[in-house]
């Protein structure tokens, strides 16, 4: 699994299927194209991140397995990153011009997400890290359909994928403090994280169709259980509610 998750296999299933779900909720049917591409260019922002990581000996005793064979295999991250930004951009090039510059905002966002570009990376601040990556995640999706999604539905969405990411902090609270960086998980028990993350999946789930919003709640039951909150499930989440929606 450490490899898979490497080479960022779960986070571009996860954006996939985030994308499709928001296309479901609005279109009632999925350009499986534009979610295909927004997996390919998920993989290759993830695998640029992970594979462009240094640690020095303080990080390394705290490092996960997926990072160390991402350091390991770092040359391959970067191909793969190449190889997957580069079908990404062809997906959406041949979908519409414009939607060529998202791999370039991507790129860019990462940056500054995880490098000193400014005065420190954007992922230090607290309440900005869950943010960032669950709003940056709506709005690229909204972005991939100009003026299609409601607000609503961007903002619904945006919430479910922050308190996804609030909750996938929690397998780094070592790697994070030890990297500099403290996180709102670190900063709470496990049931004040479930309740907090609970509540905002309430919040979306009154913006959403009663399907998907069931759907997300019923499946977010489990998080109760502390082996439950890990990346595997939180990405696999939503290709089962997409599913039950389908279904229903």
């Given at each position: 699994m450490a490899l898979l998750t490497a080479l960022g296999i779960p986070a571009g299933l996860y954006i996939a299927s985030i994308v499709s779900l928001m296309q479901w909720v609005v279109?009632?049917?999925?350009?499986?194209?534009?979610?295909?591409?927004?997996?390919?260019?998920?993989?290759?922002?993830?695998?640029?991140?992970?594979?462009?990581?240094?640690?020095?000996?303080?990080?390394?005793?705290?490092?996960?397995?997926?990072?160390?064979?991402?350091?390991?295999?770092?040359t391959r991250c970067i191909a793969l990153s190449i190889v997957s930004g580069t079908l990404a951009c062809s997906v959406f090039i041949a979908?519409?011009?414009?939607?060529g510059v998202l791999p370039l905002i991507g790129f860019a966002s990462i940056l500054l997400y995880g490098k000193p570009i400014l005065k420190a990376p954007l992922r230090t601040i607290p309440i900005l890290k869950p943010l960032m990556v669950g709003f940056g995640i709506s709005f690229f999706?909204?972005?991939?359909?100009?003026?299609?999604?409601?607000?609503?539905?961007?903002?619904?969405?945006?919430?479910?994928c922050t308190a996804d990411a609030f909750l996938c902090d929690v397998e780094d609270i070592a790697f994070d403090q030890a990297c500099g960086c403290t996180t709102l998980a670190s900063k709470?028990?496990?049931?004040?994280?479930?309740?907090?993350?609970?509540?905002?999946?309430?919040?979306?789930?009154?913006?959403?169709?009663?399907d998907v919003g069931v759907g997300f709640l019923a499946l977010s039951i489990?998080?109760?259980?502390?082996?439950?909150?890990?990346?595997?499930?939180?990405?696999?989440?939503?290709?089962l509610i997409l599913l039950l929606a389908w279904l229903a």
């Open positions: 279109f009632k049917e999925v350009n499986g194209l534009i979610s295909m591409g927004a997996g390919f260019l998920a993989i290759s922002i993830y695998t640029f991140h992970r594979s462009s990581v240094t640690v020095d000996a303080s990080v390394k005793e705290h490092l996960q397995s997926r990072h160390l064979v991402a350091l390991r295999h770092r979908e519409h011009a414009l939607l999706g909204c972005c991939l359909f100009p003026w299609s999604f409601p607000p609503d539905i961007v903002l619904a969405f945006g919430i479910i709470m028990h496990h049931a004040t994280r479930v309740f907090t993350a609970m509540f905002f999946y309430g919040v979306a789930a009154i913006l959403l169709p009663i489990p998080f109760f259980w502390q082996r439950f909150i890990n990346r595997t499930y939180i990405d696999v989440r939503p290709v």
